[in-house]
């Protein structure tokens, strides 16, 4: 018998909604992104998902910040006073509520004693009653309709969350916690570590395969080659990193694991790897705010892709992400036997960025 449809609430960082479209749907089966609010606020993108899959799937898509299964959506909801009216009816005749109880269940075991709820309410474009007030008429509106239910400041099983963006009332309990947007690989964290749903992005658009050789010639703290690890198999990750500190840090987080897996110490602009012996590579590069300078950088880039160039294959994928994205784009141009594909906006710590993806060309 085919399973039901559930509708989900995704939030991912903004400029990514269509890296993980495409990772939730080859990842998830019979999984589809049926609405998106781009840029709820600068740190969030919520995408609504359809899926016949089991809840707790989802929830291994790693460019994604959270998931929430949905209890109400009301595209009307009036600016004025009546719009809170119609927010506590939502949930008060919501019909998902239940099945969401039980979503959550199968996904995180009920704790003993009462079931402890908390809502989080956000809120984008002008009302005449403020986020508090919609958050209160839900807390209210769940009290009354779950009496056995016990609302509580933190640490709650059961989290609501509800976002008002303009007319568009969307209310989901949460499936997942801090661990999938934060990650838990990380032992030591360097000042310009990138975020893991960034840098999982950064692995997606390289489309994994299972005999990568990947590389990450400038990688820091190593995230990106610890999410290339856990996105699927490969034949061998490869990285490394001028600065001795980023070195060790690499080796204290991916520690015994990943294998076949090589970390050093080098210069990305001379790398000790054969012509053509690597099928993808991914990085972050220096911004020239935290590490290096604009000054550097305008000889750096050139002479990175120069040899970037020659240690891709051919048909080889690159991501690259900065927020110098008029010097990479001309420092491309001028490359031979790299092709520019496409540019995602992303904010990276609140400065606009773009990951660029990039093709080696074949002869
Ligand atoms: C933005 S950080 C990478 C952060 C990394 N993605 C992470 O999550 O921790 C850029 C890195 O490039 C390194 N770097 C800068 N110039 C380099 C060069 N010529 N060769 C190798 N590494 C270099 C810096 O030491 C720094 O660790």
Redesign the pocket.
């Known amino acids: 018998m085919a399973r039901k449809a559930n509708t989900y609430l995704v939030h991912v960082v903004p400029g990514l909604e269509g890296v993980a479209q495409q990772e939730m749907q080859e990842r998830v089966a019979d999984t589809h992104v049926t609405d998106a609010l781009s840029s709820f606020d600068e740190r969030t993108s919520l995408l609504v998902v359809r899926s016949t899959a089991p809840p707790g799937d989802l929830l291994r898509a790693r460019t994604v910040e959270d998931v929430f299964v949905l209890v109400a959506d009301d595209k009307h909801v009036a600016p004025g006073r009546t719009g809170l009216a119609q927010i506590r009816k939502a949930i008060a005749d919501s019909a998902m509520l239940e099945a969401a109880v039980s979503s959550a269940i199968a996904v995180r075991p009920r704790r003993k004693g009462k079931v402890t709820f908390r809502v989080i309410a956000r809120k984008a474009g002008t009302h005449s009653y403020r986020r508090v007030d919609i958050q209160t008429a839900v807390e209210r509106t769940l009290a009354a309709r779950f009496p056995a239910w016990r609302l509580v400041e933190d640490g709650a099983w059961l989290e609501v969350w509800v976002s008002l963006v303009g007319e568009r009332f969307l209310a989901g309990i949460r499936l997942s916690d801090h661990s999938m947007r934060q990650r838990d690989y990380r032992a030591v964290?360097?000042p310009?570590?990138?975020k893991p749903t960034i840098?999982a992005a950064?692995v997606q658009v390289t489309h994994p395969e299972p005999d990568d050789v990947f590389l990450?010639?400038?990688?820091?703290?190593?995230?990106?080659l610890i999410e290339r690890a856990l996105a699927g198999r490969y034949r061998l990750l490869l990285g490394?990193?001028?600065?001795p500190?980023?070195v060790e840090?690499?080796l204290e987080n991916i520690g015994p694991r990943y294998k076949p897996i090589e970390i050093r110490?080098?210069?990305?602009?001379n790398l000790p790897l054969d012509t053509a012996s690597v099928s993808a590579l991914s990085?972050?590069?220096?911004?020239g705010k935290?590490?290096?300078s604009p000054e550097?950088n305008k000889t750096?880039y050139p002479?990175?892709l120069q040899e970037w160039a020659r240690v891709v294959h051919p048909g080889g994928w690159l991501a690259l992400?900065t927020s110098e994205r008029t010097l990479l784009r001309r420092s491309l141009n001028r490359q031979e036997g790299l092709i520019a594909d496409e540019e995602i906006p992303v904010l990276v710590r609140g400065v606009p960025s773009a990951i660029f993806t990039v093709r080696r060309a074949r002869p």
Request: glycine residues 10%; contains cysteine; aromatic residues 4%.
């Open positions: 964290s360097l310009a570590a990138l840098a950064m990450d010639p400038m990688c820091g703290s190593g995230t990106i490394g990193d001028r600065d500190a980023a840090a690499t110490q080098w210069n990305a602009t990085t972050n590069l220096p911004f935290q590490i290096g550097e750096l002479a990175l992400l």
